[in-house]
Structure formats: C-alpha cells, structure tokens
C-alpha cells in the first residue's frame, strides 16, 4: 500500500468530501472537516494509513478510518462549544434542550418529549414553552433558526417521511405526545434488557437503518436466522407496548 | 433514519470506555471477517460506546453505497432484462441509497425506479382507489415527491396504479417498495413487498 498514492486518488478525496457532508451542512464546518481528515491522513508521515494490516479490505479500512476522524473532528468541535451562561443558569434540562436544538437540530418540540423521556424535566407542555423563552433567545451559530418553532416542524416531517419501513418509528409517529413519550421509554428499557446480540441488532437496523443482511454480518449470523430474530424482538416490543396500554391508533 | 428510534436506543453509557476498537477490527466486523469469541468482546464494546458504534454505522453506510453503484441489477429489474439489454444504459445515479436507472434507448427516455414506500409516498397513494390519475393535482404531489427523491421527472400526463393500495398498519407489517417505471409521460405504479 502506498500512503501518498491512496491521498492522491480522485476516489479517496470524493470520499471525505461525501462524508464531511453528510456530517456537517455548513458549508464551512464540511470544508474545516475535509482538511482535518486530509490532515490527519498525512500527521506522522502517515501513521494511521501506514498501521494498516491487511486484516480487513482495504476499502472498508478506509472507510472506518476517514469516518473516525470525522467523528473524532465532530467531537473535538462539539467539545470546544459553549451553552450560554445563560441557558446553563436554567439547570440540566435546559442544557439538554439546547444541545438538542442548537446543535442537533431538533424542534423546541421534540426536545420536550427527550428531556421528559430522560425525566429532566416533570413540567406540562405549557409550562415547558414559557420556561423555554431564555433558551430561544440565547445566541446559536449553528443553527440560525434557532428561534423559530416552525421551521424546525418542517425538518421533523421530512425526517418523518423516512420512517415508512421501520415499525417502530412508525407506531412513535403515530401516537400523541402523552403515549409517544410512554411507548419511547418502553423501547429504550425494552431493548436494554435483550442480549447484547440483540441490542445491537436492533440498534443498526432499527435505530440506524441498516440492512438485516449488512447487519447479521456484523453479529456473526445468516440473515436468515437475524430476520426470525428481528420478529421474535419486535414481539417482545409489542408485548411491552400492550401491557402499558400503547397500540396503534 | 427513524430520528425517534435512533436516538433513543443509541449507545449512552457515561462514561464512555476509552480503550476504544481499533481501526482495522472496526472494519473486520463491517466485513463480517472476527471470530466468535472477538465479536462477543466488540459487540458488548458497541453497546456502550457512541464513538465506536458511529463509526461502524458509518463504515455500513459507506459499504453499502459503494454495493448500490456496483449492483447494475435489482430483482425487480431482472424481470426487465431483455428491455434493459435492448437499451443502452447511461447512466445510474445513486440517491439517497436507493437506486435510479435512467437510460435512453435513443429516444424516448424511460425512467425505471424502485423506492422505499414512504410515508410522503403511501399519502398519496391512499388519497383514494382509483386505478388511473389522470394530470391534476395528485398527479402534482407524485411529481413533486418524486424530485424531491431526485429522480428527473419534469411533468406527467397518466398516472397507471397496477392495484389499488391500502395501508398496512402492523408493527409487523412487511417492508414495501415502490416500484416505478415512466415513459413518454406516463407513470405506471406497483406496489411490492421486499424480502428485507
Ligand atoms: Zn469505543
């Protein structure tokens, strides 16, 4: 394998350029991402692609590696942020609300139903939309509309759009706030008490959206057998679901 | 992505174990290339660490957009052989991990599709049971949500449905694709369940 020669393929570089952009939407965090990633390539006369064993393809080495720097960049970013002083004041549920919308995108909305979820904050709807006032109108570059409920709607739907063949985002989807919040912690504590298999399994394919087939290689099983799995899981969800009085409306 | 599911059944155990998996292995396990006693130790690891698990999810994702670009086929597209042989194919655009054949056999175009059976999708297709849609504004929505997905329809005159569809509701219910085939303006529909 030839370091210089991997750095200089056309492929490689549209590769990180890709994947920069699927991390980041602006366009300055995806151009900082792509010199990261290059950097990071060429430090030490290219140590992480010299540590190569020809263990794995070449192409999926590549892949993990190029991602992990991406994700090793997101974080270092992520770390260096502040929550204004401001919103920190506020107590926990607040910092949590911020990161949710501020840096991850989410509603005002889907915010309250995570830090119910999470138990940051035991407040109704309303009492939650007054005591957000300060946090909307603390400063956020990431996101600039930040302050608007409306739009955020907008991505959620589109996000919704998505969920058409996954039967648990799809049962959420369909449920009113009260009984989405219940039936989401169902889930949660439902799939940490599967096996370690399990959880990950469920994990990429429902939480990640992963093929069974791309999946079951990674646990080490036919398809097959992770497809009798995946029903024999989603049962026991729908066990949980119906003994807390959640069905599909 | 399921936003709802993903965020809430992702890895969050604080704090997060720092004798992370190394490059390599992380890319054996997308390979499906570790022995028994290996992925036992990677996997208990994956479901404690966001870091690890991200970048394997990752890894998955690129793998499979690197499978789609080189599969030429589908099994639906197979049925079709002999009128994909008698064209040339020009192009094969990846969207959004799903794939879209646009070819040209000289003119007119023909634009072959499978797609997931969104909810955007189901919509439009339970406004009611009719078989043809002819140009208006149901017609507009499939257009519209067809570019969006990026498939490059510009306008339809006929919408054909092979069979009316109705809602699955069950937890269980199968995954559904929609299949697509446009030619001089008219788009002829099928529903089908995938095998995955
Ligand atoms: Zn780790």
């Known amino acids: 394998m030839d370091p210089e020669k991997i750095l200089s393929s056309d492929e490689i570089l549209e590769k990180i350029e890709a994947v920069c952009k699927r991390h980041f939407s602006a366009e300055v965090d995806q151009?900082?991402?792509?010199?990261?990633?290059?950097?990071?390539?060429?430090?030490?006369?290219?140590?992480?692609?010299?540590?190569?064993?020809?263990?794995?393809?070449?192409?999926?080495?590549?892949?993990?590696?190029?991602?992990?720097?991406?994700?090793?960049?997101?974080?270092?970013?992520?770390?260096?942020?502040?929550?204004?002083?401001?919103?920190?004041?506020?107590?926990?549920?607040?910092?949590?609300?911020?990161?949710?919308?501020?840096?991850?995108?989410?509603?005002?909305?889907?915010?309250?139903?995570?830090?119910?979820?999470d138990g940051l904050f035991e407040g109704t709807y309303e009492q939650f939309i007054r005591e957000i006032a300060p946090i909307r109108n603390a400063p956020c570059r990431e996101n600039p509309t930040f302050q608007s409920i409306d739009e955020h709607r907008g991505s959620s739907l589109q996000n919704i759009a998505d969920s058409g063949s996954n039967p648990l985002e799809f049962l959420i989807e369909k449920l009113d706030r009260e009984r989405r919040i219940k039936a989401l912690k169902v889930i949660r504590e439902t799939t940490e008490a599967f096996s370690e298999k399990d959880q990950i399994l469920v994990r990429l394919v429902y939480g990640s959206d992963q093929p069974v087939s791309v999946t079951a290689k990674v646990i080490d099983l036919p398809a097959s057998a992770a497809r009798r799995r995946l029903k024999g899981l989603l049962t026991k969800y729908r066990e949980r679901l119906l003994a807390e009085g959640i069905r599909e409306p | 992505?399921?936003?709802?599911?993903?965020?809430?059944?992702?890895?969050?155990?604080?704090?997060?174990?720092?004798?992370?998996?190394?490059?390599?292995?992380?890319?054996?396990?997308?390979?499906?290339?570790?022995?028994?006693?290996?992925?036992?130790?990677?996997?208990?690891?994956?479901?404690?660490?966001?870091?690890?698990?991200?970048?394997?999810?990752?890894?998955?994702?690129?793998?499979?957009?690197?499978?789609?670009?080189?599969?030429?086929?589908?099994?639906?597209?197979?049925?079709?052989?002999?009128?994909?042989?008698?064209?040339?194919?020009?192009?094969?655009?990846?969207?959004?991990?799903?794939?879209?054949?646009?070819?040209?056999?000289?003119?007119?175009?023909?634009?072959?599709?499978?797609?997931?059976?969104?909810?955007?999708?189901?919509?439009?297709?339970?406004?009611?049971?009719?078989?043809?849609?002819?140009?208006?504004?149901?017609?507009?929505?499939?257009?519209?949500?067809?570019?969006?997905?990026?498939?490059?329809?510009?306008?339809?005159?006929?919408?054909?449905?092979s069979k009316p569809y109705y809602q699955k509701k069950s937890l269980f219910g199968p995954k559904e694709a929609l299949h697509i085939r446009i030619e001089n303006k008219v788009a002829y529909l099928e529903v089908k369940e995938m095998n995955q």
């Open chain 2, 1 to 161: 992505m399921g936003r709802w599911i993903n965020k809430i059944i992702k890895p969050t155990v604080a704090p997060e174990p720092e004798d992370h998996i190394a490059i390599e292995d992380l890319a054996r396990l997308a390979d499906g290339a570790v022995d028994k006693a290996e992925n036992q130790h990677f996997i208990r690891h994956l479901n404690r660490c966001q870091r690890c698990y991200e970048i394997l999810q990752e890894t998955l994702k690129d793998l499979a957009d690197e499978a789609s670009v080189q599969t030429t086929s589908s099994p639906w597209w197979k049925t079709r052989t002999a009128y994909a042989l008698a064209a040339s194919i020009i192009l094969v655009l990846l969207i959004g991990g799903q794939l879209v054949f646009n070819y040209w056999n000289q003119r007119p175009q023909v634009i072959l599709a499978t797609l997931n059976l969104d909810q955007q999708l189901k919509d439009i297709l339970l406004v009611d049971d009719a078989l043809r849609w002819e140009k208006g504004e149901r017609v507009n929505r499939l257009v519209a949500a067809l570019q969006q997905k990026g498939l490059q329809v510009k306008e339809l005159n006929l919408v054909v449905l």
């Open chain 1, 31 to 117: 151009n900082e991402c792509y010199v990261f990633v290059i950097d990071g390539l060429k430090a030490d006369n290219f140590k992480r692609l010299r540590a190569y064993k020809g263990r794995s393809k070449l192409s999926t080495y590549l892949y993990s590696l190029i991602n992990a720097l991406v994700v090793d960049f997101r974080r270092k970013r992520y770390g260096r942020r502040r929550i204004p002083s401001g919103v920190v004041k506020l107590g926990k549920w607040a910092e949590a609300v911020y990161r949710l919308v501020c840096w991850q995108k989410f509603s005002f909305d889907d915010a309250f139903d995570f830090v119910r979820i």
